[in-house]
């Protein structure tokens, strides 16, 4: 089975530069996550999808961060315009996320690493 | 609000020492909880989880962990560490919402 794909692994910009990051979670999973590690640090959860629904995207800093999950498989999240603050790994993850059932249990991708000069 | 705390940054222990990681949990329902574990340069895998039943669950590589409800805890623990298990554990409580500790480096002395 495959699992989460992300790209890019790696990418550096300039701040005030834009970037955008894409997924591609395990086949019939529901639920998408994106998280941000800064380094030392744990994951934070940024935004959550169900199909192509927002559940929570409370800590999604939503001045310069937007994610889009169209036709609820692929997702994109993006950076515009990055701060130095932003440099930090990017995770995906996806669920099963099925209403009943649904064991919690995330898969992660490699995620991609943000450097912001 | 749900949040995990993990108080040990970092520890170093021996090969073929026994390990234990601290996890303390505050969540408002009975929680699921999980500990991942993340190599350099890779993503989070699981190692085990706990959603009900017994409070002592096997995880892979050897790891088990016991969910102690009077103490809001869920500790991990291996009995005999191996070099390749060098490597940042995270604690993380939650399903749909799942909330992220800081994380313990463990490095492993030979």
């Known amino acids: 089975e495959a699992g989460v794909a992300q790209s890019p692994r790696y990418k550096i910009i300039e701040k005030r530069q834009s970037v955008a990051f894409w997924c591609n979670p395990i086949?019939?999973?529901?639920?998408l996550y994106w998280y941000q590690q800064i380094l030392g640090q744990g994951p934070k959860l940024l935004i959550q999808?169900?199909?192509?629904?927002?559940?929570?995207d409370s800590q999604l800093p939503k001045d310069r961060f937007s994610a889009e999950r169209l036709k609820g498989v692929d997702s994109t999240l993006k950076i515009q315009p990055a701060k130095l603050e932003d440099s930090a790994v990017y995770l995906c993850?996806?669920?099963?996320?099925?209403?009943?059932?649904?064991?919690?249990?995330?898969?992660f991708g490699e995620g991609s690493r943000l450097t912001v000069l | 609000a749900q949040s995990v705390t993990q108080p040990d940054i970092h520890i170093t222990v021996s090969e073929g020492a026994s390990l234990e990681l601290r996890c303390n949990y505050s969540?408002?329902?009975?929680?699921?909880l999980f500990w991942y574990v993340q190599s350099p340069g890779q993503g989070l895998q699981l190692l085990l989880k706990y959603f009900s039943g017994d409070t002592l669950v096997q995880g892979i590589k050897g790891f088990e962990a016991e969910f102690k409800r009077s103490q809001s805890s869920f500790n991990l623990r291996k009995p005999s560490v191996h070099w390749s298990d060098a490597a940042e554990y995270f604690c993380?409580?939650?399903?749909?919402?799942?909330?992220f500790g800081a994380g313990t480096r463990l490095t492993v002395k030979p």
């Open positions: 993380a409580v939650g399903s749909n919402d799942m909330r």
């Open positions: 999808f169900q199909n192509n629904g927002v559940v929570d």
């Open positions: 969540y408002g329902a009975t929680p699921y």
């Open positions: 993850a996806s669920s099963w996320g099925g209403t009943s059932g649904n064991t919690g249990e995330l898969f």
């Open positions: 086949s019939g999973h529901a639920t």
